[in-house]
């Protein structure tokens, strides 16, 4: 698990990498991951655990014909989209609360994930057309807003997500991601680890104090 970070975090490094793509299998199912292209109209991405795969869902059910690209948790998602000249939405959580989740459902060494959340998160937002916070996306009327967002973005109109058939999607696409989170606990921190977090939280308060301005 630990050799796996390391890789993950390295290839982060090398933006563009051929490496990076091939971790993520191709797949015929359309709601798989899937990393920009040229012919996609829209990004939607962000660290792990931050609500992706839910405002995902509710994005594509709004327009079933949009090519989204998602779920690939790294900034060169966003370079790429630059690039391309697809839109993107960067989805902005807590790092203490995405990390904390992401080290429950998958182990691994706290220090990496906040490196990685620093690298996806702080890069991703140079390159993003929009940030938005994942507590504002969350709360009461966020997805619609974001959806209203959307549609002037890309140019389409949006139907009304069905709320049963975002519900059916969660259940049965997302089996066994969803964990209990015990409550934070600093003082397990190493040293190294208290330096990445402190980073990290300074990032998301620079973030979301841009945001709230």
């Known amino acids: 698990m630990i050799y796996r970070q390391i890789s993950k975090i390295v290839l982060q490094i090398l933006p563009g990498s051929d490496l990076r793509y091939l971790l993520l299998h ?102 993003a057309n929009k940030v938005y916070l994942f507590d504002k996306v969350t709360g009461e009327h966020g997805i619609d807003d974001l959806i209203r967002n959307v549609a002037e973005i890309i140019g389409k109109p949006a139907s009304a997500p069905d709320p049963a058939q975002v519900k059916a999607l969660m259940e049965e696409r997302t089996e066994n991601k969803n964990v209990k989170t015990p409550p934070f606990q600093k003082e397990v921190l190493g040293p190294v680890s208290k330096v990445s977090r402190r980073i990290a939280k300074c990032l998301y308060k620079r973030l979301k104090g841009r945001l709230s301005s």
């Open 26 to 127: 191709k797949s015929p199912d359309r709601l798989a991951p899937r990393l920009v292209t040229p012919n996609c109209e829209l990004v939607i991405d962000g660290f792990p655990r931050s609500a992706n795969t839910w405002i995902y869902y509710h994005v594509q059910v709004a327009f079933p014909e949009t090519r989204i690209a998602h779920h690939v948790h790294s900034w060169q998602q966003f370079l790429l989209a630059r690039f391309y000249r697809v839109p993107s939405i960067l989805i902005v959580r807590n790092p203490d609360a995405c990390v904390q989740s992401l080290a429950t459902k998958r182990g691994g060494v706290l220090m990496l994930h906040y490196l990685d959340y620093l690298m996806t998160t702080g890069f991703g937002a140079l390159f």
